[in-house]
């Protein structure tokens, strides 16, 4: 039969499992919302970033 320690040491481990499991289910959802903004912007730069390279491309033809 475990003693009173064994059980105390399993209850806190169990509660810093799920105070871990809580903390990495907020930073998993800071990271989608965070991705959700950033996707778009680097979409805008990369389009900037093709066009300013094709003005560049067109003017040294010239």
């Known amino acids: 039969m475990p003693d009173i320690q064994q059980i105390l ?8 499992l799920v105070v871990a ?4 289910n907020v930073i998993l959802n800071v990271v989608g919302y ?8 680097l979409l805008i730069l990369l389009l ?8 560049d491309y067109v003017r040294e033809r010239r």
């Open 9 to 16: 040491q399993w209850i806190v481990i169990a509660i810093v």
């Open 21 to 24: 499991i809580i903390l990495l």
């Open 34 to 41: 965070l991705l959700r903004i950033a996707i778009p912007v």
């Open 48 to 55: 900037l970033a093709i066009i300013l390279r094709f003005v």
